[in-house]
């Protein structure tokens, strides 16, 4: 570790604290339909969207409509993405001439770009046309986002909200967020990348000659205007195999720092939404302040773990000051890769500047622990906010039981409903990941897809089930996945991480916006001071601990003791 790491690490983290807040302003004003700048500029097209469409921004919905709107707008999304994929052959905008994608691949990566986790199975430049990525992956990279944004939105009402029986309208908050937030940034993110040297082409490839004379193909196409909302929708899918590791996606230090910012950003400043909703900022804040612990405890072990040299090499008398440098880029370097795959998993973004499989064990269970504990570290846009908000209600029921006092949040009591709901919607996540993983280790066909032995071969196994139910995305490499097992039961991984979630996160919502009230009182706990956000800290870690400490005995802590011993897989 060096001084000029920390730096790079701290100049992240205040740029994300300073737009924390102004950017949390915007949101709210834009989620509740205030006038605000963009609104001279594009207020005529939303409008123009809502006559075509038919709706009323006005007539708001009940939790049980919120869902059910969201519900069916993703059928049809999925619908239309898999048609994309198995008719590309014909469709234009080919220039590779790419085949029609496989059902059991279709399957995947449709479901997987709806749900924001864009798990690739496949090589984007090898497989995807130019059209597949345009219309079907950007367009599914812009509507996920939105669609998380907007439950995120949602559930803050339901907080804030008192004796109500609506928290909004689907398709405004959908439109509002798409017209006035995503687009607007990724038109100005795309033209930034383009200028440091992000290609976007309709162009299928180029020919270069290397410096042996040979003649290589390198492929193009429209890569910055996928490029900018993977990061700020934290989807993560890469254009190429490699994704952000390769330069054509991630050309310089520049824009290695501007994609940490750009996951971060929105995430955080839906904390700040929060507090300005409930009318008490520091509630916010008390939450950003969690968040960012967990955050810095994250970095600070696999940047530490990944400036050691690897004890197999040491032992043949490398020196360990040079850190691990396996499957990193040198134009990042270590603390560059560091944060970037702390915020990727923290986020529900996924995308990867370095081969995580690469890491040290200790180093690589890190992005590991970050998607098992839900990403609720500032998380994906929207699913963080929620996601740390189900802790937030286990905290406080949990501090109501100490005292012999019925637990309240905001003023609001807690009570059986959403204690209920809140443990559903926090365990069908463990379910997924090692029900599946435990499944595929024992299945001999399955199993066959795992290359590599031991406790390093089950992190594999683990890795993809836990990045699919956490809807992340990234993968531990390694992992043989485009097969009909791994595509069909990684989708369904997907889809229970994401709507078995979202759905209890609505009807709490939709419960909290119906009740009252209550004035505090000298028993009431505060959830806006340090006491609170230890008490939700330590929630968050005795939960994950004892879920999933024995897959992860099993996996990277067994390869740590394994590798000091001189033991390879």
Known sequence: MTLNGWIQIAVAAVIVLALTRPLGGYMLRVGNGERHLLTPVLGWLERGFYRAAGVDPAQEQSWLTYALAMLVFKVGGFALLYAILRLQAVLPLNPAGQGPVSADLAFNTAVSFLTNTNWQSYGGETTMSHLSQMLGLTVQNFLSAAAGIAIALAVVR?????????????????????????????????????????????????????????????????????????????NGGGF???????????????????????????????????????????QGWAIFGAMALLFLAGVLVLYWSESHGNPALVALGMDPSLG??????????????????????????????AMIESFLPLGGMVP????????????GVGSGLYGFLLFAIVAVFVAGLMVGRTPEYLGKKIEAREVKLTMLAILCLPMAMLGFTALAVVLPGPASAISASGPHGFTEALYAYVSGAG???????GLSANTPFWNTTLGIDMIVGRFFVIIPVLAIAGSMAAKKAVP?????FPTNGPLFVGLVIGVILIVGGLTFFPALALGPIAEHFALNAGTLY
């Open 520 to 524: 505090p009182s000298s028993g009431t």
């Open 471 to 477: 809807n992340n995305g990234s993968a531990f490499a």
């Open 368 to 379: 590991l622990i970050n998607i098992m504990l839900g990403e609720i570290i500032f998380g």
């Open 158 to 234: 339901g907080f804030a909200r008192r004796s109500a029986k609506t928290i909004g309208n689907f398709w405004a908050d959908m439109t509002r967020i798409t017209l006035y937030m995503l687009l607007p940034v990724c038109i100005i993110g795309a033209l930034v990348i383009v200028w440091q040297g992000v290609p976007q082409t309709f162009a299928g490839s180029m020919q270069a000659t290397t410096l042996e004379g040979a003649k290589q193909t390198i492929s193009l196409g429209p890569v910055a205007s996928q490029e900018a909302i993977k990061m700020l929708g934290t």
């Open 324 to 353: 691990n440098m396996e499957g990193k880029e040198l134009r990042f370097g270590i603390a560059q890769t560091a944060l970037f795959s702390t915020v990727t998993t923290d986020a529900s973004c996924g995308a990867v500047n």
């Open 240 to 282: 190429f195999n490699a994704n952000s590791a390769h330069p054509f996606e991630n050309p310089s230090a520049l824009t290695n720092m501007l994609q940490i910012i750009a996951i971060f950003s929105l995430g955080a400043a839906l904390t700040n939404t929060f507090g300005r909703s409930v009318r008490d900022e520091r």
